[in-house]
């Protein structure tokens, strides 16, 4: 299957180089960047040229691998993996992966932790099939899906966790049709999303984010399914900056609001949203739409990346391990615990 998919792996190690997708040049160009040291890897996060949080989780042991075959003391890739975990605040999984690679690397060298990464990747198709196939009947036969950021193929190593859910409903037969927000400022939904879509053949229409309210009081909204980069435990979700205002919108038109996520997205260790590090990027990805100001010079703009919405606003959670339903402090820990169980680690 994984030689048919029309979309490429995201992250993947070739001839001694981590292989990213450069996500900042589609949808013009479908072009790939070979990082062959850990300061190219950390720019490509930095800048998102490869974003999305199991897409980080991977390229965070990928990017521990690097080091340890390029750098010549344990001590400096110890810090390389300091650094790429650094390079993002907001997604769990970045230093999660960076973690387990290095800990592979501490005990048993740098092939260990190659072989870590490269099993991280092949587990994160693998878990988020199983997300799709949990989450499908969430999608009614014909229904209108409503969905934000990227939280496809791209954003993982393949597959998809919230668009993955879309994917695994078009392959049953459900025939979805989803509403894509574009995503200011950096147009992950226009650029990304579409992109897969068109690729998949599934049915999208690009909205402005501001329209999304607008679809739901008009009735041509059924669900909207997101994804999510740390969520605690309570059941708070990070996810991109929109995703908050758009679960306030469909709890007042009582549509259900579902995240799709791997187990490794899930925080534990993080009790409530309060505590999550919300990145603050760029004030210029906000005055500027690519390189082209749309502000007057000296324009003040505040760039948070992520928000928090509220456990109380989300319907259920979708794991590799099924659908959470609240409250979640209790329904969460089986994920974890099971999510060990659900696929056999590759490779
Ligand atoms: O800034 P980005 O593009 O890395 O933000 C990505 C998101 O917010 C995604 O929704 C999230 O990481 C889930 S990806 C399966």
Not at 233 to 251: E, P, Q
Not at 266 to 273: I, K, W
Not at 306 to 325: K, Y
Request: aromatic share 4%; proline share 6%; with cysteine.
């Amino acid at each position: 299957m994984a030689g048919t998919d029309p979309i490429p792996p995201t992250v993947e190690w070739r001839r001694g180089a981590v292989r990213i997708i450069d996500q900042r040049v589609l949808p013009g160009r479908l072009r790939f960047l070979d990082c062959a040291d850990v300061d190219s890897l950390v720019d490509a996060i930095a800048t998102l040229a490869v974003r999305g949080a199991p897409a980080l989780g991977a390229t965070g042991a990928f990017g521990v691998a690097l080091g340890a075959h390029t750098l010549k003391t344990k001590r400096q890739v110890r810090a390389a993996a300091a650094r790429i975990a650094r390079a993002r605040p907001t997604a769990v999984n970045l230093g999660w992966g960076a973690e387990r690679a290095l800990r592979a690397y501490e005990h048993d060298g740098r092939d260990a932790a190659l072989v870590v990464a490269q099993a991280i990747a092949a587990d994160d198709v693998r878990r988020n099939r199983l997300i799709g196939a949990h989450g499908l009947s969430l999608v009614p036969v014909g229904g209108a899906v409503l969905t934000h950021c990227n939280a496809g193929s791209l954003a993982c190593v393949g597959y998809g966790t919230a668009l993955g859910v879309v994917r695994a409903a078009f392959e049953g037969g459900r025939r979805p049709s989803v509403w894509v927000d574009e995503t200011r400022p950096l147009l992950q939904g226009a650029r990304l999303t579409m992109w897969e879509c068109d690729r998949l053949g599934i049915d999208a229409r690009l909205v402005v984010d501001g329209a999304a309210a607008s679809l739901m009081q008009r009735g041509l909204v059924d669900l909207v399914i997101v994804g999510a980069d740390r969520i605690a435990a309570n059941g708070d979700v990070a996810n991109k900056i929109g995703t908050y205002g758009l679960a306030v919108a469909a709890r007042h038109h009582q549509i259900p609001f579902y995240v799709a996520a791997p187990a490794s997205t899930l925080d534990l260790a993080t009790a409530t949203g309060d505590a999550i590090v919300v990145e603050e990027r760029d004030p210029d990805e906000v005055t500027h739409a690519g390189t082209r100001r749309i502000a007057p010079v000296g324009a003040g703009a505040f760039n948070p990346a992520f928000d928090i919405t509220p456990a109380r606003l989300v319907t259920a959670i979708v794991t590799e391990c099924g659908a959470a339903r609240p409250p979640y402090r209790r329904s969460l820990p089986a994920h974890v615990r099971r999510a060990a169980e659900v696929v056999t680690p590759g490779p």
